[in-house]
């Protein structure tokens, strides 16, 4: 049975491939429209922006500084969120850079053996958000034109994916008591490694670290380019539903979804909830992102997409809620 379902599964991925290709040749107006404003934005943002932190972290998780930063702010996030001292590190530097930076982070602690599995898939879901220069300077001022709520929307954002991955690793608690195997000999590694000498700097570990970064960044620019492809063939195709046309361009690209949303002729309390939600929930390709960065250290996809849409519910709620009573 579970043969027979995965070899439906691999003819319904090949048949969308197929499906993808015959409407690129169909639709070439709306294809290089899609991958010109894909390309735009990862060359204008994504580049710039992404690859300097890259290459910057791995330098850092490599030669242990990350161990320094995090006992700065372990103080307070240790006993907030129940973290390790090096499952700091992922929370500072997903606030600051974004998605996919945090899971980034999280997965490179995880395969140098610094912090448990189930530690990692909690900061997962919690880390890998929206940059706060995307919802700030993106969102807020350049497409819904509200500099006055760009706080109030980074708030509810990262509230909501903090509560989101809170209440998620609540729930699933109960189903794994104690440590496994695993987490054990991450534990015996990690003090083993703190009794050797610490790592030096190398021309060769920085060389390593600036071809991840092109690797990681090149990556991501694919997966943006593919997915406003798809945004924009069906803006072309689908018929004017309404909102349900615009959440599912939102659902699959944000960027796209965000521009169509805040040049719609809906009402602004509308765009506010539903950009709110989109972001929050980071689209099928953050998604994407996300998982070819975290690559195979045995992060659960499916547990991380569950913990994005349990948030973005929550984020739904709280734009409501301001959109109703706080503005």
Request: glycine fraction near 8%; aromatic fraction near 10%.
């Amino acid at each position: 049975m579970i043969k027979f379902i995965r070899k439906q599964k691999n003819r319904l991925i090949k048949g969308l491939i197929l499906l993808f290709m015959i409407l690129i040749l169909i639709f070439p107006y709306d294809t290089f429209r899609g991958a010109s404003n894909g390309l735009l934005l990862w060359f204008h943002n994504v580049l710039p922006n992404l690859l300097p932190c890259v290459i910057v972290s791995n330098l850092m998780i490599s030669l242990n500084i990350t161990r320094q930063i995090s006992k700065v702010f372990y103080p307070f996030l240790g006993r907030v969120f129940r973290v390790s001292p090096e499952g700091c590190y992922p929370i500072a530097i997903g606030l600051l850079s974004g998605i996919p930076m945090g899971a980034k982070s999280t997965a490179d602690l995880l395969f140098e053996k610094k912090i448990q599995r189930r530690e990692a898939q909690f900061l997962l879901g919690m880390c890998n958000n929206a940059s706060p220069m995307f919802i700030i300077g993106y969102i807020a001022i350049t497409q819904l034109k509200l500099p006055q709520i760009k706080y109030a929307l980074f708030a509810i954002m990262y509230c909501s994916a903090i509560l989101g991955a809170l209440l998620m690793r609540f729930l699933l608690s109960h189903r794994k008591t104690g440590l496994n195997q695993q987490d054990e000999l991450i534990i015996h590694n990690t003090e083993l490694a703190s009794r050797t000498m610490p790592p030096r700097f190398s021309f060769d570990l920085l060389d390593r670290s600036i071809m991840n970064g092109f690797e990681v960044v090149t990556k991501i620019g694919g997966y943006i380019i593919l997915f406003s492809i798809l945004a924009q063939i069906l803006h072309a195709i689908l018929p004017d539903i309404g909102l349900w046309k615009l959440l599912i361009m939102g659902i699959l690209e944000i960027t796209t979804g965000i521009s169509q949303i805040a040049a719609s002729n809906i009402d602004v309390h509308t765009k506010i909830v539903l950009v709110t939600f989109l972001t929050t929930f980071g689209g099928f390709s953050g998604v994407a992102q996300t998982k070819s960065v975290i690559g195979n250290q045995g992060l659960s996809i499916k547990l991380y997409i569950l913990v994005k849409l349990v948030s973005a519910g929550i984020a739904f709620v709280l734009a409501y809620l301001y959109v109703t009573y706080g503005m």
